[in-house]
């Protein structure tokens, strides 16, 4: 009977394994962010600071792992096969869960997705005992789910939303008064003053109160018990001396220090916080597993009261999921991609934005800035004048009489959002409550962000939009992990077969997101974007628009013979996944577009007069990437509506086009890929004969109509697609135009 239960073992410590690499993916964001975002430190020290902080933090862990074994279900309702069942389902669900949103760059909780997937699980389970049990009905259900300690849980996870952006938001604010962007200057015992205050509050929460509940606490308890306020008054009389001294003797930037042991003590909070939600499960079930081997009970009727007494965690597993982690940190490239979320959302300034704005976040913005303006009414002018001196961001002078923003997610912000996300965990991990570290730390960046001053009218829509998707991805991950997990935990009722085949469906699933992600993590690669900081010529711009038009161009003549094809196929699905490209490539001329201010701003002054041109070929490029959107889009929702089939000389009209416009976009392509622009003039040429055929097609249809055309519905789309084929030939032979007449110019 025992060998079933072994193998499913083998099977959660080989998940707990891919829990880990996928859980420290998703919340590497937590830590990395501030240090990585403030460039205070190269990323390979932060890396190495993290790394350290992680694995002190894992040894540090082990009384948080009573949450996973009686924090969600009485055990003792449950027996052994039921706990098994239950911790099969919650580790299943949890790694597909967390590697979705990794795969999509989104950063989500840990402890959410949990915390619901036992809850869904046991909630499954329980109901299952509960309709076999004549004598009990569904209100018994509140006899196996220990749902005060529960809801306490779920409802600290939720206040800590509100807690930490409403910290968050005033602690900067204030520092921002204390120290405003010129940090450099401030006198050295405001930052002694300020290293004091973050260090004495990260080494009494940290090491002290993270120390709470280990088995290395009861060795210091006697010191440290009844002597909190002695402890933190002393901490900060030591580290503020030691850090004037730093600073006075040492010249070293004290903020740089603080993001150091910032970055050490967030990443060991993580470790301290959330290696129960990786490990806590497998270990429960090992709990279970030797509490029942020596029990001599059949598994089904054997009670698992056992797992509600407390039960050291064996420090070797410790150790070993602490090397997983700090392994995967080092590893793990979607890890990258969900911290680029939280800079993007928190950084200062304007440009490319990850998140569209929606009704939602327009409404936010308008009613934040009516109150600001009620605000602003009530406080005295001098007041505001002096408030306002405080958030002037500095410029940097350049050669050329250039001036640039400095980045102001600066020191300063950084080192807030470090102190205040480690104490709020630490307080959470020194009471035992599984608090969310990404729910914290995310909510702490964007409260800093939004006192800093950084979302401001140009950007404000975008990053509200984005905090908002990402907090409706946490209700989404706390339903679905409910749902699929109860789902998952009546599968294996079912049938315990149903394990290796659902284990099967992880490895598949992983596999495939993993290889889409790299994927996708190649393309990105491939776009460029345009950098403030870089200087361009008139030689820069011939070059990169060039490489622009060649690539869009190919692309477009591609787009346009799917959309030829497809609809002489009749074939709905091929539409409507190149729907999907024309629709990318519209976004990416228009990520080209919303660049043009900070392109304008990065000519030399010697070629500002290629602006004009930049700002013309873009304009053709949209005109172009337009064109084959509506044509894809009209295709796409004439065989939707499943209206008739166009007719053979439509069609044979069509790609007969299709066939002349590839070839000239071809040749076009090359021309630009090559550099070969004194080619030009006869490609204009060839446009013009294209240009005369689609008029040709267009009169055809004409005759057509008159004599025994029948379908008014394909008339329509017919002259829809030949007049924008003309348009877009036209876009195009604008663009060659406007490109000659400006390479011309360059050569003179």
């Known amino acids: 009977m025992g060998d079933p239960y072994i193998l499913m073992l083998i099977a959660l410590a080989v998940l707990a394994i891919v829990d880990l690499v996928v859980g420290v993916s998703n919340d590497a964001v937590n830590f990395l962010n501030s240090a990585i975002g403030s460039k205070a430190i190269s990323v390979k020290n932060i890396m190495i600071i993290a790394s350290v902080g992680v694995f002190f933090g894992a040894v540090t862990s082990s009384g948080m792992m009573e949450v996973a074994r009686k924090g969600i279900f009485n055990p003792s309702m449950f027996v052994f096969q039921d706990v098994m069942f239950i911790f099969m389902a919650v580790m299943i669900t949890d790694i597909l869960l967390l590697d979705i949103f990794n795969s999509l760059g989104m950063p989500t909780s840990t402890t959410v997705s949990i915390v619901f997937e036992l809850l869904g699980a046991a909630v499954v389970i329980a109901l299952i005992k509960i309709a076999n049990n004549d004598a009990e009905s569904l209100s018994a259900i509140w006899n196996y789910i220990n749902y005060e300690t529960a809801t ?15 910290v968050g938001a005033i602690v900067q604010y204030f520092s921002r008064l204390i120290y405003s962007f010129n940090f450099e200057n401030r006198a050295t015992y405001i930052n002694a003053l300020f290293g004091g205050f973050a260090i004495t509050s990260i080494t009494y929460f940290i090491i002290i109160k993270g120390l709470k509940g280990t088995d290395f606490y009861g060795n210091i308890a006697s010191l440290l ?22 600073i006075r003797f040492l010249k070293v930037n004290i903020l740089v220090l603080i993001i150091g042991v910032g970055t050490f003590s967030l990443a060991m909070a993580f470790a301290g916080n959330d290696l129960v939600n990786f490990i806590g499960v497998p270990i429960a079930a090992l709990n279970s597993y030797e509490a029942w081997s020596i029990s001599g009970v059949e598994p089904v009727l054997f009670s698992m009261g056992s797992l509600a007494k407390k039960v050291p965690s064996n420090i070797w597993l410790l150790l070993l999921a602490g090397a997983i982690m700090v392994v995967t940190l080092w590893t793990s490239s979607k890890a990258k991609s969900v911290i680029e979320t939280g800079i993007n959302l928190s950084r200062q300034g304007e440009g490319h934005e990850k998140f569209q704005p929606n009704n939602i976040s327009r409404v936010v913005v308008r009613v934040s800035m009516f109150l600001n303006q009620g605000i602003t009414f009530l406080i005295p002018k001098k007041t505001q004048n002096y408030i306002n001196t405080k958030f002037e961001k ?12 400095m980045p102001a997610f600066d020191l300063v912000r950084a080192s807030v959002n470090l102190i205040m996300a480690s104490v709020l965990i630490s307080i959470a991990t020194s009471m035992k409550l599984p608090l969310s570290t990404t729910y914290v730390t995310f909510m702490v960046a964007m409260g800093t962000s939004l006192a800093d001053r950084a979302w401001g009218r140009e950007s404000a829509v975008y990053r509200v939009a984005g905090v908002l998707n990402v907090i409706g991805g946490w209700f989404l991950t706390a339903i679905i992990a409910f749902t699929a997990a109860g789902i998952i935990a009546y599968l294996i009722s079912l049938h315990i077969a149903a394990i ?21 993590s190649k393309e990105v690669k491939k776009k ?17 628009s060039a490489d622009h038009i060649s690539q869009v161009i190919y692309r477009v003549s591609k787009l346009y ?4 094809n497809d609809l002489a196929n009749h074939d709905l699905n091929k539409l409507r996944k190149t729907e999907k490209h024309v629709k990318k490539l519209n976004d990416e001329i228009d990520d080209l577009k919303d660049g043009v201010f900070y392109f304008i701003k990065s000519l030399d002054e010697t070629s500002v007069q290629a602006s004009r041109f930049y700002i013309m070929v873009l304009g053709y490029l949209q005109d172009a990437a337009q064109s084959i ?3 894809s889009r009209a295709s796409y929702k004439h065989v939707n509506n499943n209206h008739k089939n166009l007719k053979k000389g439509q069609i044979k009209d069509l790609k007969t086009i299709d066939e002349e416009l590839t070839e000239l976009l071809e040749k076009e392509s090359k021309i630009f890929e090559n550099r070969q622009l004194d080619d030009l003039n006869s490609l204009i040429i060839e446009k013009n004969t294209l240009l005369i055929n689609v008029s040709t097609s267009i009169e055809k249809q004409v005759s057509r109509i008159r004599t025994d055309e029948t379908s008014p519905k394909n008339t329509t ?24 007449e400006f390479h011309l110019t360059t050569k003179q």
């Open 500 to 520: 290796p085949a659902l284990l099967i469906l992880v490895a598949v699933l992983i596999g495939r997101n993993t290889l889409k992600h790299r994927k996708k």
């Open 528 to 544: 460029t974007y345009l950098e403030r900081a870089e200087l361009i010529t008139i030689n820069g711009v011939i070059e990169e």
């Open 394 to 405: 500095p410029v940097l002078k350049l050669p050329k009489d250039k001036t640039y923003e």
């Open 629 to 631: 959107s509506y044509i």
């Open 717 to 740: 789309l017919y002259f829809s697609i030949l007049l924008e084929t003309k348009d877009l030939i036209s876009a195009l032979m604008n663009l060659l135009k406007t490109y000659e």
């Open 561 to 564: 013979t799917h959309v030829v």
């Open 152 to 166: 306490d849980i779920i409802l600290g996870i939720l206040l800590s939303v509100v807690v930490a952006f409403t």
């Open 225 to 246: 018990e009844g002597n909190t306020a002695q402890i933190i008054g002393i901490s900060f009389l030591i580290w503020t001396a030691l850090c004037y001294l730093i």
